[in-house]
């Protein structure tokens, strides 16, 4: 199966670097550059693409719009452009729906598996990673441990799941943790998503952190802070 990209960047060298890269993949088609957010929610909407790599500072629309209208109107996993340490934008760019984000320095074979990565329904934030920005932009909301009430559809075996996932746990791993199947696994992740309105796994750590179930500061639960892959590698 062909995976269908749109790229976004206001810098025409950029974007067009990145949609030649992925070009020449046998199994990835570029089917729209655009220059701005604006013209990248047209361009999902026209070509129905599997992926949008949205550079998040974008002139009129930015990319957090982009991606927050993409996000809402199809089923387009969305990848946010962005230079990390320095870009304030990327947690409300989770909240907007991205499925992951990519250094604009990100070597062209990490380039080629992020966007594969993506195209599977897997997301794309290494455990540490994803632990750093968390608590970087929940702190305030995460010093309090009071239950949250949005915690309350969750059974208990569903919240030990999300306990396990805000670790960085892949289904296998949480499967040994909880000594059952992965079968079970995939439903009690399907689960905490269903009822908790959460497009992916990274905003079931995202969660895990906003309602204190993980408290921001301190070790992951269970254990000491994990080694992840890659910022390009997922884990599903």
């Known amino acids: 199966m062909t995976i269908r990209v749109v790229v976004a960047d206001d810098q025409e060298l950029v974007r067009s670097g990145f949609a030649m890269i992925l070009d020449v993949q046998p199994d990835i088609e570029v089917v729209a550059e655009a220059g701005d957010g604006g013209e990248a929610v047209e361009a999902v909407r026209r070509h129905a693409p599997d992926v949008a790599l949205l550079d998040i500072r974008m002139p009129r629309v930015d990319g957090i719009e982009a991606c927050r209208a993409i996000s809402a109107a199809s089923d387009c996993r969305t990848v946010m452009l962005t230079t990390f340490d320095s870009d304030e934008y990327v947690y409300e760019a989770l909240h907007a729906g991205a499925s992951g984000f990519l ?3 990100v070597r062209r074979d990490d380039l ?6 993506v195209a599977r329904g897997d997301s794309l934030l290494a455990p540490s990673v994803a632990r750093r920005l968390v608590e970087q932009y929940t702190r305030p909301a995460a010093r309090t441990r009071r239950p949250d009430p949005r915690l309350e559809v969750l059974t208990a075996r569903e919240r ?3 306990l396990l996932l805000a670790r960085g746990l892949s289904n296998a791993e949480i499967a040994a943790e909880l000594v059952v199947s992965d079968h079970t ?5 399907g689960n ?3 009822k908790l309105g959460l497009r992916d796994r ?6 895990a952190y906003e309602t204190g179930l993980v408290a921001a500061g301190g070790p992951p639960p269970g254990g000491a802070d994990r080694a992840g892959p890659s910022p390009a590698s997922a884990r599903k």
């Open 160 to 162: 030990e799941t999300l």
């Open 202 to 207: 990274i905003q079931a750590v995202i969660c």
């Open 103 to 105: 250094l604009k320095d």
């Open 185 to 189: 696994v995939k439903t009690h992740v």
């Open 192 to 194: 905490v998503l269903a």
């Open 112 to 117: 080629v598996h992020a966007v594969r990565v």
